[in-house]
């Protein structure tokens, strides 16, 4: 339960989200309170709907897919391949991000990347260093909560306007809240922490209570770090300073924390892009192969996977932080299908859920998120020249 948590959660929360959400503070300021809240609600619709269904099922998102469809899978697994390697080159971005924060500045981002590339292939081979990896990321995920709880209180961020406007939002922009669901639901992240169950053998009706408690803790842990993450940053706007535009995230806990708040963010940041690389790269192989598939086959496909993202990011990624956002706008245009599935799958094809129904409630509330999700998807086409610009 610990590892599929973390593996949800250190996605969600991985470097997309922290650049976005520092990015996008800077943009609207105390307006940005009503994006996360839509992005926690929305998060606990999927998530509730998707680790349940799937869970109890006992069928991978592909899988299922294909049992309503035949190549509906294949055809879902290609759109998260192609989503999962976009996020992947911006989480390697990410941990470059990272060791530059680290580092005080001197190793140059795609150095960073690199180093992490090849130590995030090297865990990944290494079977004994999965369970180790899996208490390593919940140490950091408490420490990360820890470091922005700090800095959220050093930077005197004004919590009354902030709750204010996350009710009455003085200004909206579908385009910016697509890009962060995308960025934090949006892909192969919806899926990465169930796939894992299903992999260890947790599913059925049996198992429901179980699928329950993980998908809510997990949400529990990454609503936490959102809120946090956004107080730190808008206490920092709140006062002028100008931000870096390269290293955004990095820059807030500059100013909130001094040096030691660069430092200690440059190193949640790195863990979290290394943990979110193996993650993304994990989900978008458990697309394109069936259960069962040879696992040392699998391994080398996993690695081919973090390769290929390693070598596109050298080439093109003289701007990682503009990678990150990319990768969560592209993302906002394949949760819709992968989340309709689902749906379709908890409205009409009980047969393939073991006689368990899901609760109406939660079904019909999905349906809505999923035609709001549509609808942002859609719209957020437009912006995906803008941000690559």
Not at 228 to 242: E, K, N, S
Not at 341 to 367: C, I
Request: glycine content about 14%; charged content about 10%.
């Amino acid at each position: 339960m610990i590892g599929a948590i973390f593996l949800m959660a250190t996605s969600a929360i991985g470097p997309g989200f922290l650049t976005q959400t520092s990015v996008f503070t800077v943009q609207m300021g105390a307006a940005f309170a009503f994006a996360i809240l839509l992005s926690i609600l929305v998060d606990i619709a999927i998530q509730l709907n998707v680790w349940r269904i799937l869970g109890v099922s006992g069928l991978r998102a592909s899988e299922l897919a294909n049992e309503i469809l035949p190549g509906l899978g294949w055809f879902l697994a290609i759109l998260v391949g192609i989503g999962g390697l976009v996020f992947n080159i911006g989480n390697i971005a990410g941990t470059g991000l990272g060791v530059q924060a680290l580092t005080g500045g001197s190793v140059d981002p795609k150095i960073g990347g690199a180093i992490s590339a090849i130590i995030a292939i090297v865990v990944f081979l290494w079977k004994r260093a999965g369970a180790a990896l899996d208490v390593i990321v919940g140490i950091l995920g408490a420490l990360m909560i820890v470091l922005m709880l700090y800095v959220a209180i050093s930077s005197h961020p004004p919590v009354a306007e902030a709750m204010r406007q996350t009710i009455a939002p003085e200004k909206i922009d579908f385009k910016i809240i697509t890009t962060l669901i995308g960025g934090s639901v949006g892909g192969y992240i919806v899926f990465a922490g169930v796939h894992r169950l299903i992999d260890a053998g947790h599913t059925g009706p049996e198992n429901l209570d179980y699928l329950t408690k993980s998908s809510i803790t997990g949400i529990i842990v990454t609503g936490i770090l959102r809120v946090l993450l956004f107080l730190a940053v808008l206490g920092v706007v709140t006062t002028g300073v100008v931000l870096s535009k390269d290293n955004t995230a990095a820059d807030v806990f500059y100013h909130a924390a001094g040096e030691f708040g660069r430092r200690a963010f440059g190193l949640v940041l790195w863990a979290a892009g290394l943990s979110s690389v193996i993650g993304a790269s994990f989900t978008s192989i458990s697309f394109l192969t069936k259960q069962g598939f040879d696992p040392r086959k699998r391994g080398w496909l996993t690695v081919g996977f973090i390769v290929v993202s390693s070598v596109i990011y050298l080439f093109v990624g003289s701007a990682p932080q503009r990678l990150l956002l990319f990768a969560g706008a592209f993302n906002g245009l394949i949760l819709p299908i992968g989340f309709g599935v689902v749906l379709w799958a908890g409205f009409f094809r009980k047969d393939l859920l073991k006689g368990w129904e899901p609760p109406k409630w939660t079904l019909y509330v999905g349906l809505i998120v999923l035609v709001g999700c549509a609808w942002m998807g859609w719209s957020s086409i437009s912006r995906l020249p803008e941000i690559w610009a």
